[in-house]
């Protein structure tokens, strides 16, 4: 399986401010998504995140609030936009790798645990 | 879109009981089912999967089944251990690699 890092780990951060959040995996993987887990909660996609191209959204996340990049194949980035309470949440990476069967597994990140004030 | 349901929510068995999870999905198309166990303020970690083309798989004290023409799968845990305790996922797969997930069961195994 593939080594996942996110950075930061954690955050507070004020009403109405940005945060990004990187996402860096230690080898070339196919497909990488962003999920938001909402305390207590299960994980929901927000989008995948796509390689030289606009990331594909999920129904409920646009991008003007959380836009995503996808430079290269181990590497991509989510900023929370103009934050509120409501965004404090864990946000997680996730990768699928290239294998011998399809779907082939998906990993996740450590997660960013995001608090607004 | 397609729908996971997750029971229980919450599952409380003595230590040595076995433990079932249940879910349910609505797309006929779902072909790959995997279960991830998530401890507290860790990342979700994949503990077993199972693909359509077979009705049971088997890792130690763990077992998933499958029931396509129910549309349901299950996990089942035996043996269970106070390190069982965690919060299990069951997701199922849908077109592009995307997985929809279950509301998640709170398994504690008491001493």
Redesign the interface.
């Known amino acids: 399986s593939a080594v996942i890092s996110q950075k930061p780990s954690r955050d507070i951060c004020q009403r109405g401010t940005s945060l990004t959040i990187q996402c860096q995996v230690d080898s070339q993987v ?2 990488m ?1 962003w999920y938001r887990q909402q305390p207590g ?5 927000i989008a ?1 995140a796509n390689q030289g191209s606009e990331a ?1 959204y999920e ?1 409920g996340f646009v991008i003007d609030k959380f836009p995503i990049s996808r430079p290269n194949l181990t590497f991509s980035t989510l900023t929370v936009s103009n934050m509120s309470p409501e965004d404090s949440s864990i946000y ?1 990476c996730s990768v ?1 790798t290239t294998g011998s ?1 399809y ?9 960013t645990r995001l608090t607004v004030l | 879109g397609e729908n996971v349901e997750q029971h229980p929510s919450t599952l409380s068995v003595q230590e040595g009981d076995s433990a079932v999870i249940k879910c349910t999905y609505s797309d006929s198309a779902s072909n790959y089912f995997p279960w991830y166990k998530q401890e507290l303020g860790k990342r979700p970690q994949l503990i077993i999967d199972i693909r359509s083309n077979v009705g049971e798989k088997k890792d130690q004290r763990i077992a998933v089944t499958l029931n396509k023409t129910a549309k349901h799968f299950s996990l089942h845990i035996t043996e269970t251990q106070p390190e069982d305790s965690a919060v299990y996922f069951c997701a199922d797969h849908n077109a592009g690699n995307m997985l929809t997930f279950g509301g998640g069961t709170r398994l504690m195994v008491k001493p």
């Open positions: 196919t497909m998504f909660q299960s994980l929901t996609l995948t594909t129904s997680l699928v069967h779907p082939d597994t998906q990993y996740f990140g450590p997660g």
